[in-house]
Every structure is written in structure tokens, then in C-alpha cells.
């Protein structure tokens, strides 16, 4: 059963448009939450966390929300650029060593 | 400043041959980990180690043995490959639990 779930394969914007993916999971348990980007034959790069705490992290472009009622999690990205055009994975955990990834979400970004 | 160093980069293996993946990181971290990805499956938690002499198993640990060789190393091994473990490995390394986790750029096994 899948704990960290992106419905959305894929999602095309354009150039300095909003981005917004979404992520959601079932374990109540977990407290930890992630944003990775991973590019073609790269390994996963990090990108933003929030803990369970809070609702919102911000860093320059990139936006996490976390709504723990709906148990949903969403990256905004503003203004997209090009190179942002990636893999993106959410994963949880809580309070271990142990990441859950989701799926992922394939983000093209057009001019 | 290498970061998370893979190797080899790709392996092509027969059934039932054994292989060592090799990975070692120059961060000073002290929690290592063993990814799969696979097609539509995201990335799953094969073994991680907490510390040096110290190693856990993961979601899909079958098939795996793991080594945290030193603070530095850590090698994961396939004894008897399966078809079913052609899969790109992804290890890689944080400070500690609940910190960000920084990842090695893979290793593309394919057994025949």
C-alpha cells in the first residue's frame, strides 16, 4: 500500500508561470517531508523540507505547504524557469532514518 | 568536493552471478542508505546504516547484504542476481536521521 502518493505523472507549465505539485500521504505518523528534483541520469537533488510543525517553507522560488488535516503537501515553484523541467519526488518519514518516496512527477517547463 | 561517489556506473550481469556496488561519501555523515528505482515505483529503501557498525533493513531488503565498511563506505551486495533486481541503485548519505539526504548519481544494473 502506497504511503506517499503524486497523482500526477506529469505537468507542463510555461516559463515564468506557477508550478504546483502535489503530494499526498496516509501515514498520520510521519513528521518529516521532502522535495527532491532529479534530472536524467543524476541522482535526486534536494530541495526544500517542512516538519510537521509548521505549514510553510519558503527558500527563494520554491514554496512548501503542508496541510496535515488533508494529510496533503504541495512544492510551488514561481516563476518557473526552463531548467526546472525534472523528475520531482516528495518523500516522508517520521522521525527515522526511513524516506517513503512517492512516484513522482515529470515537471516540463516551455518557453 | 566529490559528495556521494557510485561505483560502477552500469553493470550488466547473468542470473545468478554475485556483484558488490560500491559507494562512498566525503561529508562526514554518519547515516548511509541503498535505494532501487524502479519504472512507476519511485524510490524504495533497500538497507541503511545509522551509524558505522550498524546497519537495518529497509522496504525490499530480499536478495541484499549490506556493508558499512567504514564512516565512509558503505557497499551493498547481490549474492545470486535475479532479473527482478535489474533496477538503477541510488545510494546515499545524510548527517543524520531527519536531515536532508544527499544522493550519488547511480549505478544502472541490468541482469540477463
Known amino acids: 500500500d502506497q504511503q506517499v502518493k503524486q497523482n500526477s505523472p506529469s505537468l507542463s507549465v510555461q516559463e515564468g508561470r506557477i508550478s504546483i505539485l502535489n503530494c499526498d500521504y496516509t501515514?498520520?505518523?510521519?513528521?518529516?517531508f521532502l522535495w527532491y528534483k532529479k534530472y536524467p541520469a543524476e541522482g535526486p537533488t534536494f530541495l526544500i523540507s517542512?516538519?510537521?510543525?509548521?505549514d510553510k517553507n519558503e527558500d527563494g522560488r520554491f514554496t512548501v505547504f503542508l496541510n496535515k488535516s488533508a494529510k496533503h503537501l504541495s512544492l510551488h515553484i514561481v516563476p518557473s524557469q526552463p531548467g526546472d523541467s525534472a523528475v520531482y519526488f516528495c518523500?516522508?518519514?517520521?522521525?527515522?532514518?526511513?524516506?517513503?518516496f512517492g512516484t513522482g512527477t515529470r515537471l516540463q517547463v516551455f518557453p | 568536493n566529490a559528495g556521494v561517489t557510485q561505483t560502477p556506473k552500469f553493470q550488466v550481469l547473468k542470473t545468478g552471478q554475485s556483484m558488490t556496488l560500491q559507494c562512498a561519501q566525503d561529508?562526514?555523515?554518519?547515516?548511509m542508505y541503498w535505494y532501487r528505482q524502479d519504472p512507476g515505483m519511485g524510490l524504495r529503501l533497500i538497507y541503511y546504516?545509522?551509524?558505522?557498525?550498524?546497519?537495518d533493513k529497509g522496504e525490499v531488503p530480499n536478495g541484499y547484504n549490506v556493508s558499512r565498511l567504514n564512516k565512509r563506505e558503505f557497499s551493498l551486495r547481490l549474492e545470486s542476481a535475479a532479473p527482478s533486481q535489474t533496477s538503477v541503485y541510488f545510494c546515499?548519505?545524510?548527517?543524520?536521521?531527519?536531515?536532508?539526504?544527499?544522493f550519488g548519481d547511480g549505478t544502472r544494473l541490468s541482469i540477463l
Open positions: 517542512i516538519s510537521s510543525i509548521k
Open positions: 501515514n498520520s505518523m510521519f513528521d518529516y
Open positions: 561529508m562526514n555523515h554518519n547515516s
Open positions: 546515499a548519505s545524510s548527517e543524520t536521521a531527519n536531515q536532508p539526504q544527499h
Open positions: 518523500a516522508a518519514s517520521e522521525g527515522t532514518d526511513k524516506l517513503i
Open positions: 546504516s545509522a551509524s558505522e557498525g550498524t546497519t
